[in-house]
Antibody, heavy 127, light 107 residues
Framework: EAQLVESGGGLVQPGGSLRLSCAASGFTFSNYWMSWVRQGPGKGLEWVANIKEDGSEKYYVDSVKGRFTISRDNAKNSLYLLMNSLRAEDTAVYYC????????????????????WGQGTLVTVSS | DIHMTQSPSSLSASVGDRVTFTCRASQSISNYLNWYQQKPGKAPKLLIYAAASLPSGVPSRFSGSGSGTDFTLTISSLQPEDFATYHCQQTYITPGTFGQGTKLEIK
């Protein structure tokens, strides 16, 4: 069974940094895109970033570009999110998720969905 | 970015009821629409992908429909374990944006 376990959350001051980790098991990690998704207190879900199977492509939501860096180590079956210049609005539960993509012949845009998700790790940015 | 609007924001229903949730996209997304179920303090779980497809293990009382801008998630007969928050997500254009969620509560 595919499983994801996040770690590294905690309390950090505005302007500080934090590195989140996500350990994968039960599937061939190097065959899948991976994503980070966050959920602020009492808010909806927000996709944050994703990374291609081999790490050669990375994409970010505009609000974290230049501050967050997604990376992966396929030898360690691990996904990471380095968060710099943290702001109060970055306070959220951060989930890692397997970004399942399916390409259909003759259709330009791949279908994708997130499954499974980790249990989440709480990041609180406050002085 | 594509904006996703879910309605209603909350819904009260009883075990055995048939319930329908709505999700509307700010522009056409074909059938690039997923639904997730989230219980309090837990991670979201995939319920429906590509608007109408059920992943293995999801009960058949869940169904999805729609294309373009308007989508629905239907639970044919509510079970006690279905009381949760339901999120829709478009994946037609990056970033894959989510709706604000619909909370399903026990009447």
């Amino acid at each position: 069974e595919a499983q994801l376990v996040e770690s590294g959350g905690g309390l950090v001051q505005p302007g500080g940094s934090l590195r989140l980790s996500c350990a994968a098991s039960g599937f061939t990690f190097s065959n899948y895109w991976m994503s980070w998704v966050r959920q602020g207190p009492g808010k909806g879900l927000e996709w944050v970033a994703n990374i291609k199977e081999d790490g050669s492509e990375k994409y970010y939501v505009d609000s974290v570009k230049g501050r967050f860096t997604i990376s992966r180590d396929n030898a360690k079956n691990s996904l990471y999110l380095l968060m710099n210049s943290l702001r109060a609005e970055d306070t959220a539960v951060y989930y890692c998720a397997r970004d399942f993509k399916v390409r259909v012949p003759n259709i330009e845009v791949a279908y994708n969905w997130f499954a499974p998700w980790g249990q989440g790790t709480l990041v609180t940015v406050s002085s | 970015d594509i904006h996703m609007t879910q309605s209603p924001s909350s819904l009260s229903a009883s075990v055995g009821d048939r319930v329908t949730f709505t999700c509307r996209a700010s522009q056409s997304i074909s059938n690039y629409l997923n639904w997730y179920q989230q219980k309090p303090g837990k991670a979201p779980k995939l319920l429906i992908y590509a608007a109408a497809s059920l992943p293995s293990g999801v009960p058949s009382r869940f169904s999805g429909s729609g294309s373009g801008t308007d989508f629905t998630l239907t639970i044919s007969s509510l079970q006690p374990e279905d009381f949760a928050t339901y999120h829709c997500q478009q994946t037609y254009i990056t970033p894959g944006t989510f709706g604000q969620g619909t909370k399903l509560e026990i009447k």
